[in-house]
C-alpha cells in the first residue's frame, strides 16, 4: 500500500471517516442504500472477489464497503485530493488488499500509474460532477479501456434532467428544506467540514493544497442519466442504464 502519508501520529481515522460519512448524508440521505445496490451489481455481474477500481475514491468510502462486503475483493483506489486522500491512506494502511494512486483524472495518461491493466469493475460516486462534459466524455474514454469484457462501471451521482423543470424544482425545494431543518439540528455542510479539516494539524496543510487544485467547488456539467448512457455507449460499453435512483441521484451501470 502507498504509505506517502503515513498514519504513526495517532489521528483517529475512522473519526474523519464517520464525520465525512454524515457530512455526505446531510445532501443524501439515501446514500447507504445507493451504496447497497451498487455492491450488489458487483456481486451480480463479476462476483465476490473483484478487482475495482476506486475511482475519484475521497477518503475510500466505496472501498470501504467493499473490502467489509466482499474480503477477497481488492481495490485501487485514485483520487487528486491531497487531503481525502490523507484519510484514506490512513485508514486503510497496512491493508494489502487496498491500494491508492494520486492522479488527475483530467490527464490522459492517468491509466498508466494503475498497478493493474484491467479490472473487474470501476465505481464510482458523487464526484464526476466536476468535470464538464467534453474531459467527461473522453474519461468514459479511458475507464471504457480498463473495464474488462463481462465487466461492469457504475457511476452514482446527480444527473439532471432538464426536460422536467417543474418536478425538478419542486424536488429541490423539498430537499433544501429537510437540508435547512438537519443544519439546524447539527449537522455540518461541505463547507464547515472543510473549515474542521483545516485545523487538524496532520490536515491542514494538505486541505490547503486541495483548495489550491480545485477551488471552492465544483463547476462542472450535470448531464441527465441518457446523455450519460449514450456516451458509455459510443466509447465501447455494450449496454448501459440506470439500476436505482432516488429523487436526487441515479447510479448508472455500464456493462462491457
Known amino acids: 500500500m502507498d504509505t506517502t502519508t503515513g498514519s504513526t501520529t495517532g489521528t483517529d481515522w475512522q473519526a474523519w471517516q464517520k464525520s465525512w460519512d454524515r457530512q455526505q448524508e446531510w445532501y443524501m440521505p439515501d446514500r ?3 451504496f447497497r445496490i451498487m455492491l450488489d451489481m458487483v456481486e451480480a455481474f ?21 473490502i467489509a462486503r466482499f474480503p477477497n475483493a481488492t481495490s485501487t483506489g485514485v483520487d487528486l485530493d491531497p487531503a481525502l ?3 484514506a491512506r490512513g ?4 491493508d494489502d488488499r487496498v491500494t491508492f494512486v494520486e492522479a488527475d483524472l483530467k490527464d490522459p495518461d492517468w491509466p498508466a500509474r494503475l498497478p493493474y491493466d484491467a479490472y473487474d469493475a470501476v465505481l ?11 474531459p467527461l466524455e473522453a474519461l468514459y474514454g479511458r475507464i471504457a479501456e480498463l473495464v474488462r ?4 462501471f457504475m457511476n452514482a451521482d446527480h444527473m439532471i434532467d432538464d426536460t422536467t423543470p417543474r418536478i425538478n424544482a419542486a424536488e429541490s425545494a423539498q430537499r433544501h428544506a429537510r437540508m435547512d431543518q438537519a443544519m439546524r439540528d447539527g449537522a455540518l455542510d461541505w463547507a464547515e467540514w472543510w473549515a474542521l479539516a483545516a485545523k487538524d494539524p496532520v490536515l491542514t496543510a494538505p486541505t490547503a493544497r486541495r483548495f489550491e487544485i480545485y477551488g471552492a467547488h465544483a463547476d462542472g456539467d450535470m448531464p441527465s442519466a ?3 448512457a ?9 449496454e448501459a442504464r440506470p439500476v436505482w435512483c432516488s429523487p436526487s441521484d441515479t447510479l448508472l451501470l455500464a456493462l462491457k
Open 32 to 34: 447507504e442504500e445507493r
Open 226 to 228: 441518457a446523455w450519460h
Open 124 to 134: 464510482t460516486a458523487t464526484a464526476l460532477h466536476w468535470l464538464r462534459d467534453e
Open 46 to 66: 463479476v462476483g465476490t472477489e473483484p478487482r475495482v477500481l476506486d475511482l475519484a475514491c475521497g477518503t475510500g468510502s466505496i472501498t470501504a464497503r467493499l
Open 91 to 94: 485508514t486503510f494502511e497496512g
Open 85 to 87: 486522500l490523507t484519510i
Open 149 to 152: 469484457y463481462g465487466g461492469v
Open 230 to 238: 449514450r456516451v458509455l455507449r459510443d466509447k465501447g460499453f455494450a
